[in-house]
T-cell receptor
């Protein structure tokens, strides 16, 4: 049982480049989400998905796209990287928050630097 | 989302119990209290969660006051490896998908717990 797996762990991009952060979970969780963590800002929700084919915006979605073609995978795309997107990104998954309290599992993080 | 307030830092001697307080005075009836910790910028690690009853697992105990406005995380026998940032978080359950906050965990600044020999 791998839990939540994120790749790559480290990435350096030039301004304007695009890339995709991968996230996969093997727990058959409906709910998956992406957070970014910046010094002094805590973790902020970027996008989330409640199931295959369904995504929605979080509190800081600008500059990011997501899709959910399968239950297992929830990639985060940066279309045109900007220095403001330098951050640590965490993927998380859980069963639906629509029912009772569920354990939310996080990946190990992806460190992204945009120069 | 309810806001949580935690002390910025705490110290604890190895082998002693660490009691980490959290204030969530605006918590509503459909919000759970979660505790996570983060070590060296690794991914947040789940510790425990509860709604209104006290909870215990192999890692810790969670004591929630009767009015649910505050809680305490107890690490019964702290070790050096428990040194980390501890986050008290509330999360809404129920409701419908859509909107910017569905299922969101609202992280505050956390408490830096230092366990010393």
């Amino acid at each position: 049982n791998a839990g939540v797996t994120q790749t790559p762990k480290f990435q350096v991009l030039k301004t304007g480049q695009s890339m995709t952060l991968q996230c996969a979970q093997d727990m058959n969780h409906e709910y998956m989400s992406w957070y970014r963590q910046d010094p002094g800002m805590g973790l902020r929700l970027i996008h989330y998905s409640v199931g295959a084919g369904i995504t929605d915006q979080g509190e800081v979605p600008n500059g990011y796209n997501v899709s959910r073609s399968t239950t297992e995978d929830f990639p985060l795309r940066l279309l045109s990287a900007a220095p403001s997107q330098t951050s640590v990104y965490f993927c998380a998954s859980s069963y639906s928050p629509g029912s009772s309290g569920n354990t939310i599992y996080f990946g190990e993080g992806s460190w992204l630097t945009v120069v | 989302d309810a806001k949580t307030t935690q002390p910025p830092s705490m110290d604890c001697a190895e082998g002693r119990a660490a009691n980490l307080p959290c204030n969530h005075s605006t918590i509503s009836g459909n919000e759970y209290v979660y505790w996570y910790r983060q070590i060296h910028s690794q991914g947040p690690q789940y510790i425990i969660h509860g709604l209104k009853n006290n909870e215990t697992n192999e890692m810790a105990s969670l004591i929630i006051t009767e009015d649910r406005k505050s809680s305490t995380l107890i690490l019964p026998h702290a070790t050096l490896r428990d040194t980390a940032v501890y986050y008290c978080i509330v999360r809404v359950y129920g409701g419908n998908a859509g909107g910017t906050s569905y299922g969101k965990l609202t992280f505050g600044q956390g408490t830096i717990l230092t366990v010393h020999p």
